[in-house]
């Protein structure tokens, strides 16, 4: 199976950029579609975006398109998502999620494997 380790959250300020990632070990990335998901305090966990296998395709949750970028380097075996003009809604903890499908699901229960989450808190 694979382990999932996010990094990169923090506390930034409402405009500011955040760039997320998630280093994948135990196998290699590029048997697996990746998404990002968050959860905020008494919220349900929600899909943020996804990316397929070989990072030809790509989706996106209305709340954060135009904002947000997903990307893969399966060379490296990381995922990264790229934050811009972040606002107070955003803030949750962040998750990096795999699934041996080859569609990008946006339920939580598509996933197989998760990180452990990370931080990202935006002030106004």
């Known amino acids: 199976q694979v382990q999932l380790v996010e990094s990169g959250g923090g506390l930034v300020q409402a405009g500011d950029s955040l760039r997320l990632s998630c280093a994948a070990s135990?196998?290699?990335?590029?048997?697996?579609?990746m998404g990002w998901f968050r959860q905020a305090p008494g919220k349900e966990r929600e899909f943020v975006a996804g990316?397929?296998?070989?990072?030809?395709?790509?989706d996106y949750a209305d709340t954060v398109k135009g904002r947000f970028t997903i990307s893969r380097e399966n060379a490296k075996s990381t995922v990264n998502l790229q934050m811009n003009r972040l606002s107070p809604e955003d803030t949750a903890v962040y998750y990096c999620?795999?699934?041996?499908?080859?569609?990008?699901?946006?339920?939580?229960?598509?996933?197989?494997?998760w990180g452990q989450g990370t931080q990202v808190t935006v002030s106004s």
């Open positions: 999620a795999a699934d041996r499908g080859f569609r990008i699901g946006v339920w939580p229960n598509e996933y197989e494997y």
């Open positions: 135990g196998r290699t990335l590029s048997m697996y579609t």
């Open positions: 990316i397929t296998k070989s990072g030809d395709m790509t």
